[in-house]
């Protein structure tokens, strides 16, 4: 955004400008005739004193000189217009004439996890089961954490294959164990996690996690490629590559990461089941 401001002089500060008399005159009978309506109206104005010429800023803008963009891809949005040839209100319902693209969401690096996870879109989700298990406390306090984070149609298609029990409360302890496999204990920005998988044996290495049960992170020969979760299981490669924050670091994993006993729990015989 660019702002408009006065001209500079030749040592390239700002050049101060004295109002004219007859401006500065006129600046203060308005400053009276404001506070004389107030009055009149019996409205009560703070002092009522002639404004600052300084220019106001009203946009706030955080102070942070780190910013990542976090992607959003889970939104659905139909574009076209009314009798469009081959679509029906049923097949292409039209909400909108004009295109528009899912709004990617800033990361700043010296906010804490929680904050973060709250504004991305894409974590949806992730987010509010962590709020529901009481992990995102958990994730409030100094850490660090790595955090490789869910997204919303990972979580959402396999809460539709086990009948809903992700929002169960029956299920909570279950829902924690999930959740808390994919929180690592300690700091793990992608350069590092590169260097600790390529100097270490097989290229593998276990990270502990909050649920007690170590996540493996592997290198993929075939795509060259970080690999997170079970080798021969449910596993993931990363999206979000390490967005740095102040307790932590952040990661999207592309698919589902499951602990095992989670991996080998019986599918629940349900059609019902209840949308994340």
């Not at 693209?101 to 709250?118: E, I, V, Y």
Request: proline share 9%.
């Amino acid at each position: 955004m660019h702002h408009l401001s006065s001209p500079s002089n030749t040592h390239g500060t700002m050049a101060a400008r004295t109002p004219s008399a007859p401006l500065r005159s006129l600046t203060e009978q308005s400053g009276r005739v404001a506070c004389l309506m107030a009055l009149t109206g019996m409205s009560v104005l703070a002092g009522c004193q002639q404004q600052s010429p300084a220019r106001q800023d009203s946009y706030i803008t955080p102070l942070s000189t780190c910013a990542y963009m976090m992607p959003t891809v889970s939104g659905t949005r139909t574009h076209g217009y009314r009798g469009m040839p081959g679509t029906t209100p049923g097949n292409n319902p039209v909400e909108s004439a004009v295109a528009y693209s899912n709004p990617q969401t800033p990361a700043f690096c010296d906010r804490p996890l929680p904050d973060t996870l709250r504004s991305a879109l894409e974590l949806a989700d992730y987010t509010h089961l962590l709020d529901s298990s009481g992990l995102l406390a958990t994730l409030q306090q100094t850490g660090p954490f790595t955090v490789f984070a869910l997204p919303n149609a990972a979580l959402e298609q396999y809460n539709t294959r086990m009948g809903g029990q992700l929002l169960n409360p029956a299920h909570i302890n279950t829902v924690r164990d999930i959740l808390a496999y994919t929180i690592v204990a300690g700091n793990w920005p992608h350069k590092a996690l590169r260097a600790a998988v390529d100097a270490a044996p097989a290229h593998s290495l276990r990270l502990p996690t909050l649920s007690g049960q170590p996540l493996t992170v592997w290198l993929d020969q075939t795509t060259d490629q970080i690999m997170v979760g079970t080798p021969n299981g449910v596993n993931s490669q990363l999206w979000v590559m390490g967005i740095p924050q102040s307790n932590g670091v952040l990661y999207f994993t592309r698919a589902l990461l499951l602990p095992p006993k989670a991996q080998a729990a019986p599918v629940p015989n349900t059609s019902a089941a209840g949308a994340l």
